[in-house]
């Protein structure tokens, strides 16, 4: 959990000492005429007793100056959510190692995988000033999620074991305890994720809302003035952690949201009570504002090569690259290349719960999916569409995760026709017709729909590549692209054969982290949503499993489920990539593509080597961008 090094201790004693000493005199400009005027407290007091002091010596980081404004572009409101992604201020989250230490949490004690004990930072505020305790937990936890109205949607399942839900307690105000009868090995990645679990609200803003704590008839009438359908729904959209739409609501992020929606243009100003400190005690963040501005996302490449960007990554594609580049002296940035950190930046997800009987049986014939991975010529796509800089691989782990082992990349991924063509042969569809397409064991020609949900340039040209590579073993592919809304729904209902989307949203995972995408456990899982969904809503919907091999993968994730010790998830964590690659339950593509990064040129400790992933990078998240700062 936290670090134990000498030197690490001895850099954390000066900074102690360092901030002590200075914190009176030094003052935030953006904040020094508010304290000068008494209406916010000085530094020292805006800050918990013991903040946290972000390692700016293992990752590389400088000393930073106060100041500026951060733009982003954003291609719709609703990713004003992607702010709290980026800032990634959890209870607990990921370390660049992949570890997970504390962060709002002075401390975190775990007892057999299933006793969790949190201890707060004393002194810590919500951004107006009001003091952060386990009040705000308890308040999430019984007058949330067990409450008869605002709990409709019944516990989090990262909360529940075996369906059973944690014991809470309260200790002491800064002191709280989740225990369970069995371990719970999700429940510190489900905090530590990019959309965490937030087992938190602040208590004192939210009672205004709630019904035991404020006249009942009152709420209703605000409810009607708000245009929600009663007291609860209001509840429910005031206290939205995720998408900061209440410019009201107090938060523990770096940034405060201060602009209502609707609007094409937010403001993020600095929280003066974020808990973060440089090594020289100096408060973070050092950027004062955070600006979103929401565009078309078809023109966000063409603004951000313009520079209208400080920082910008979301809906910039590879092939936007040259045009960037082109742009880079004349505005002042520079287009770094990050590694993409999916398991495939393409990958194709036979649906092994397609509604036709014929076709259905034919993707869960281990024989077709194999063919259907061999018959691809993965070189060919990372030269043409790459530039030859990803890496050919199954859906699978990167080189760059702990758990990544060569044959998991390489299994079932050779370009051999003959191979691939040999298997279905061997399968029963020897038969073609005139054209050499293929028969379907009733007849029908082997015809594939592959349907996408058609918001990737690259998608498209990588489907035109393999509708080329699958004409050579027979099969005549056809591609549709449709909304993603509908592109969701007909696979889940299992209208669709074949669906094109990107790979594991996890590809640098560790042990500790959960290993969901790899069994069905969810509906949102292209390749076996009825089954996934069957699982995940603990049979209350979707099919049951009537497949050998995937019931594997789901007994391995339970198996994980209940693990109390790394060696054992590892091991697991191994069976199960063993298994998916193995059984080809998604066909990838390459993996370690690149994501432009456009960076301005006085934007100071951004990674000049990073991984862009939603899980567990949270993006730019993990790199703290509190600790990033204008050079001007």
């Known amino acids: 959990m936290i670090k134990n090094s000498a030197k690490y201790f001895f850099i954390c004693l000066f900074a102690l000492f360092t901030f ?15 304290v000068a005027a008494d209406d916010l407290p000085a530094m020292k007091e805006r800050l918990p007793e013991k903040p946290l002091i972000v390692d700016f010596e293992a990752t590389n980081k400088t000393l930073g100056k106060y100041g500026g404004d951060l733009r982003l572009l954003m291609g719709k409101a609703k990713d004003l959510g992607q702010i709290t992604v980026y800032t990634y201020a959890r209870l607990v989250g990921y ?30 505020r919500w951004s107006d000033g009001h003091p952060l305790t386990s009040e705000d937990f308890r308040y999430f936890w019984e007058d949330m999620v067990k409450h008869k109205k605002l709990g409709k949607k019944g516990i989090p399942s990262q909360m529940l074991v075996d369906g059973k839900e944690p014991t809470f307690q309260v200790i002491d105000e800064q002191t709280f305890r989740y225990t369970w ?7 510190l990645p489900a905090l530590a994720a990019p959309s965490p679990l937030y087992i938190y609200r602040p208590a004192h803003y939210m009672k205004q809302f709630h019904a035991d704590y404020a006249d009942v008839e009152e709420l209703e009438r605000q409810a009607i003035e708000a245009k929600a359908r009663d007291w609860a729904a209001m509840h429910t959209r005031m206290q939205r952690q995720r998408r900061p739409e209440n410019p009201e609501l107090p938060t523990l992020q770096a940034w405060q949201n201060t602009t ?17 400190v440089d090594p020289l005690g100096q408060q973070l963040p050092y950027i004062d504002r955070l600006t979103m501005a929401v565009v078309s996302k078809d023109v966000i490449a063409a603004k951000t090569g313009t520079g209208e960007a400080d920082l910008q990554a979301r809906y910039l594609q590879f092939s936007d690259v040259p045009y960037l580049k082109r742009g880079e002296k004349r505005n002042n940035f520079t287009t770094r290349l990050w590694s993409l950190g999916k398991g495939s930046q393409v990958a194709l997800f036979p649906n092994l719960n397609a ?47 702990a758990l990544y082992k060569n044959e998991y990349s390489q299994m079932w991924t050779d370009y051999d026709k003959e191979k691939a063509n040999s298997l279905l042969d061997e399968m029963g569809l020897d038969q073609r017709d005139p054209d050499g397409t293929r028969l379907l064991p009733d007849g029908r020609r082997a015809e594939i729909t592959i349907e996408t949900a058609g918001e990737s340039a690259e998608e498209t040209d990588v489907l035109e590549l393999i509708t080329d590579h699958y004409r050579e073993i027979g099969l005549k592919i056809f591609v549709r692209s449709s909304q993603r809304d509908i592109f969701r729904r007909r696979a889940y209902a299992g209208d669709t054969l074949i669906s094109v989307f990107s790979g594991l949203n996890n590809a640098v995972a560790t042990s500790a982290m959960n290993p969901e995408e790899l069994a069905p456990t969810d509906q949102a899982q292209l390749q076996w949503p009825k089954w996934g969904q069957y699982s995940g809503t603990n049979t209350k919907a979707g099919e049951p499993i009537k497949m050998d091999s995937a019931m594997v993968q789901l007994q391995l994730f339970n198996q994980w489920m209940l693990a109390d010790n790394d060696e054992d998830r590892t091991e697991i ?8 690659a193995g059984q080809v339950f998604s066909i990838g593509t390459v993996n370690n593509s690149r994501q432009p990064v456009v960076i301005a040129n006085d934007l100071r400790n951004v990674p000049e080597n990073g991984i ?6 949270s993006y730019f998240g993990i790199y703290k961008p509190d600790t990033f700062w204008f050079d001007r």
């Open 95 to 124: 370390a660049p190692d992949y570890t997970i230490q504390p962060d709002i949490a002075e401390v975190f004690v775990v007892g057999d995988g299933r006793d969790f004990t949190f201890k707060l930072r004393k002194g810590h």
């Open 181 to 187: 009868e069995k371990p719970n090995p999700s429940f």
């Open 355 to 401: 509604n036709d009987e014929v076709w259905r049986k034919v993707l869960q014939d281990v024989r077709f999916r194999r063919a259907l991975s061999l018959g691809i010529n993965r070189k060919e796509i990372n030269e043409v569409i790459y530039f030859g800089l990803a890496y050919p691989s199954a859906n699978t782990v990167m080189p760059q995760s």
């Open 260 to 276: 209502p929606p609707p609007n094409t243009r937010f403001v993020f100003e600095r929280n003066p009570f974020f808990h973060r």
């Open 573 to 580: 964590w191994h069976n199960m990539l063993s298994g998916y």
């Open 20 to 34: 002590v000493s200075s914190a009176n005199s030094a003052e935030i400009p953006f904040l020094a005429e508010k």
């Open 612 to 617: 862009y992933a939603w899980e567990p990078t």
